[in-house]
Structure formats: structure tokens, C-alpha cells
């Protein structure tokens, strides 16, 4: 059985994917590695402001990139305001406000769970420093990853983790204004091997429920286990009001960070199918789609590029499944005819569709193409010669 779109599908397609944004991590822009090495590359920014310059190239080639979420303190600046100025002028936003609870010396048995007050103290008080940022930039959510966890059985006791991470969070939930978020993500292993503190969502869920309304799960697509069906998870959380936010990237094997939609098309169509038969992808609906990504070898801005037009063409996929057909064979038991209208959906090429919006909107219909001949990269090259690079760390 095959399906076909109606036009009045298409027009809602179209209407949908015309509002939708992606959020960029201004640590894609900066050199990045595995532990073996960091390759510098380049034209690499040399601070937040030249960060934010580099992504919104990509929201200017694409047109639905417009914010960008920061990392503190490696994107540490002496005037925030002048940095979310700084965005304005380029036509873009902050987004989120990441913490960063892995690069200190004093957090090597655990930050929120750690079991010393004083470390736990020193952690509680860098998110009120975050909380600051968020205020200066106009930024609505706090973003938590969580690395704490032991190496072996014994090293610590699970529960009381549990119990002071509880109280940890239920402090920095205190300090947010009341239109802030805070979004907890979860991770199954790594830095930690033996038990991570927040290992799966339903700890992050878990959490969330007793801080409140407020507090949301963050899905890092790279963060489970081989072969867990995300999609699933995506239902649990959109179901319960609770999915915050996705940290798109791609995976082989670990938390590889690659390009969202490059190692496993697929998944990320299933992903967006269940975000679109939700009505979650409206920007209002309070899931933020973002990228966590890092460029290691590949040019950072075109890889950002190739990223947001992934996510972008399974988006459009998943929105011209013809619901009509698939409610009717699901409601029939038509197994294969309801595979089918998925499938369907999933080969149609819908390249010509965003070409035909970009132009629309007065954009290039070749984004890739648009900044490779934009003569932007060779620019910065010239520029940015001498200084220190950003990257993790910096
Ligand atoms: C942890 C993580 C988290 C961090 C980012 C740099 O693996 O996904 O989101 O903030 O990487
Ligand atoms: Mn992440
Ligand atoms: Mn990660």
C-alpha cells in the first residue's frame, strides 16, 4: 500500500516546519576532540562573541537556528548583557544556560553528590552564578548534566547520593525566577563507570517531580544504552508534560557527539514522529530542540549546518505521515499497512519541500552550497589568526 499526502497535509507540513526553530551549543563552534587529541582548526573562535558570530551563520543559511545556548564558564565574559547585545545585533538569541560540574579538581568523588557540604555547597553556588548569566541574557532555562557518580561498588552509598542530590537541587530550584526552567539530563555511564547519579530518565523524571512544575527532562539522544528505542522514551515524557528538551547528536557506539541525523537517520524520523503526532514541535509547546554536538575533524559551521538541515528533513518527513491512514491501520490491526504509511513517509525525499520554503523566506535553497561560496570561512581564517582558540576547557 502506498499513501500519498493531501494537499491539505502538505499546506500544514509546510506551516509547521516555517515555525520551527533548533538550538545551537556554542561549544560547536570551538575545537573539540576525543581524549587521544584536540585538532585545531583554522578560523576557531577565539571567545563567546566570535562563537556567536559563527553560529549565527548557520541561523543565516538556514533560518531556524536562532539562539544559542552557552556553557559556564567556558563561556565566561565580564558583561553578559553586552553579550546577548552582541546577539541581537547578529540576528540571534541565548538560549539555554548550561552549568558545568565536570572540570573541577574538587568534584572528582561528585559535585551535587558529593559527600562533603562544602563541595556540594561550592556546586549549589556555581548554578546561582548560571542563574545570573540567565538573568543578564534573558535566558528562561537552566540546563543540568549531572557527571557525578562511583567507579566501584562500595565507593559510595547509592541511596544517600540520591538523598543529596535531592537536596542539592531542590536549592538551585529554589534560586529561579519564576518564569525559569531548570532541565535535567541523564546519562548512562561516563565520566562515572559503575553507577552514574542520574543514569536513566526516569532518575531525571523522578527528580523532577519533586522539585515541581518547573523542573523538565533533558533527552540527550547519545546518553543510553545500545539499542534502547528512544522514541519510546520521547512518548513517556511527552505524556507526562515533562520532556524539556532534546541534545541531539548521532552515536555509533558511546556518546560520540557526531552530527544529529548522520549515524542513524531513522531513529531521528521515528523521534520526530513522536514529537509530531504529540503537537510538541510547536515552539511554544515547551520542548527545546537542540543540538550537543562536537566537530572534531569536520569544519564546525557547515557541520552545524548539515546538522540543522538533518533534523530539519526528518521533521519533514515525520510531518507528511498521513495520520488518517495510519489511525485506520492501526484501529484495523494492518500491520504491514501501517509499517507501510510510516515507511512511506520515511523514503519520501524532501529535499524539493525545504528548498522551495528557504526560498520563500528569501533564503538560499542550498544551504551548504550558499556558505561554502559566502567566503565567510576564509574571512575568519584571516582574522582570527594568533590568541587562544576555544574549546573544551576554554
Ligand atoms: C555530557 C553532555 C552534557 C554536557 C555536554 C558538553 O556528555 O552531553 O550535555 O553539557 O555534553
Ligand atoms: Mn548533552
Ligand atoms: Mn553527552
Redesign the pocket.
Known amino acids: 500500500m502506498t499513501t500519498t499526502t493531501s494537499a491539505a497535509g502538505t499546506a500544514a507540513a509546510r506551516d509547521a516546519l516555517r515555525a520551527q526553530t533548533i538550538e545551537l551549543?556554542s561549544?560547536a563552534f570551538g575545537n573539540s576532540g576525543t581524549r587521544f587529541k584536540v585538532f585545531g582548526s583554522p578560523g576557531t573562535p577565539r571567545d563567546p562573541f566570535e562563537k556567536i558570530a559563527d553560529a549565527a551563520q548557520v541561523n543565516a543559511f538556514t533560518g531556524i537556528a536562532p539562539r544559542v545556548s552557552l556553557?559556564i564558564p567556558w563561556d565566561l565574559v565580564d558583561d553578559y548583557e553586552a553579550l546577548a547585545r552582541h546577539a541581537a545585533d547578529h540576528g540571534v538569541s541565548i538560549g539555554m544556560i548550561?552549568s558545568?560540574l565536570?572540570q573541577d579538581d574538587d568534584y572528582k568523588l561528585g559535585s551535587l553528590t558529593h559527600p562533603d557540604a562544602v563541595v556540594r555547597k561550592k556546586a549549589v553556588d556555581h548554578h546561582l552564578q548560571c542563574v545570573d548569566v540567565m538573568r543578564a541574557t534573558g535566558s528562561k532555562e537552566l540546563?543540568l548534566?549531572l557527571?557525578d557518580g562511583t567507579n566501584y561498588p562500595g565507593q559510595d552509598s547509592i541511596r544517600a547520593r540520591q538523598d543529596r542530590l535531592a537536596d542539592s537541587l531542590a536549592e538551585i530550584y529554589a534560586a529561579l525566577d519564576d518564569d525559569h526552567q531548570l532541565v535535567l539530563?541523564y546519562?548512562f555511564f561516563?565520566p562515572a563507570f559503575y553507577s552514574m547519579d542520574i543514569p536513566d530518565w526516569g532518575t531525571s523524571l523522578l527528580h523532577c517531580l519533586a522539585l515541581g512544575d518547573r523542573a523538565k527532562v533533558?533527552l540527550?539522544t547519545?546518553?543510553h544504552a545500545p539499542g534502547t528505542n528512544i522514541e519510546f522514551i520521547v512518548a513517556q515524557l511527552v505524556r507526562q508534560r515533562r520532556l524539556g528538551a532534546f541534545?541531539f547528536n548521532s552515536r555509533f557506539y558511546a556518546?560520540d557527539?557526531l552530527m544529529a541525523g548522520a549515524a542513524d537517520p531513522f531513529q531521528l524520523f521515528r523521534i520526530m514522529h513522536e514529537i509530531v503526532q504529540a503537537d510538541v514541535l510547536r515552539p511554544d509547546s515547551g520542548v527545546n530542540f537542540m543540538l550537543?554536538q562536537c566537530h572534531n575533524i569536520e569544519a564546525k559551521i557547515p557541520g552545524q549546518i548539515r546538522s540543522v538541515m538533518n533534523v530539519q528533513e526528518a521533521t519533514a518527513k515525520a510531518l507528511l505521515v498521513d495520520a488518517a491512514a495510519l489511525d485506520a491501520a492501526q484501529r484495523a490491526g494492518d500491520v504491514l499497512g501501517a509499517n507501510g504509511v510510516l515507511m512511506d513517509a520515511y523514503n519520501t525525499d524532501v529535499r524539493p519541500l525545504l528548498a522551495d520554503l528557504r526560498v520563500e523566506q528569501g533564503l538560499d535553497p542550498n544551504p551548504m552550497q550558499a556558505y561554502a561560496a559566502s567566503g565567510y570561512a576564509a574571512k575568519i581564517e584571516a582574522e582570527r589568526v594568533g590568541g587562544a582558540q576555544a574549546g573544551w576547557g576554554a
Open positions: 551549543p561549544w556553557h548550561n558545568n565536570f540546563k548534566w557527571p539530563e546519562k561516563e533533558v540527550d547519545g546518553h541534545d556518546d557527539d550537543d
